[in-house]
Nanobody, 115 residues
């Protein structure tokens, strides 16, 4: 039902910043909770940030204070601003929309934090 397209990944130095974007196929914010999840080789997938239908935000402890999730309803887009990046932030970042208990995933965007 929901189509999600991520962008904004790339290579960045430790301490640097990136902004990821998740463009949705329609006006789904009223019915969907939108999150960002990441996965690195050998590690379990981790939900790092989420914004609910009501606008409540959630952050994993590992990114709290460094990442900010936001949305632009006019553009049907959710953003993840990532500051003070660390090597352990490296991974594939996926946008996920939860609608009536079902998850819809984007294809992911690679983030590499390295010197």
């Amino acid at each position: 039902q929901a189509q999600l397209v991520e962008s904004g990944g790339g290579l960045v130095q430790p301490g640097g910043s990136l902004r990821l974007s998740c463009a949705a196929s329609g006006s789904i914010f009223s019915i969907a909770d939108i999150g960002w999840s990441r996965q690195a080789p050998g590690k379990q997938r981790e939900l790092v940030a989420q914004i609910t239908r009501g606008g409540t935000t959630y952050y994993a402890d590992s990114v709290k204070g460094r990442f900010t999730i936001s949305r632009d309803t006019a553009k049907n887009t959710v953003y993840l601003q990532m500051n003070s990046l660390k090597p352990e932030d490296t991974g594939v970042y996926y946008c996920v929309a939860t609608i009536i208990g079902r998850d819809y995933w984007g294809q992911g965007t690679q983030v590499n934090v390295s010197s």
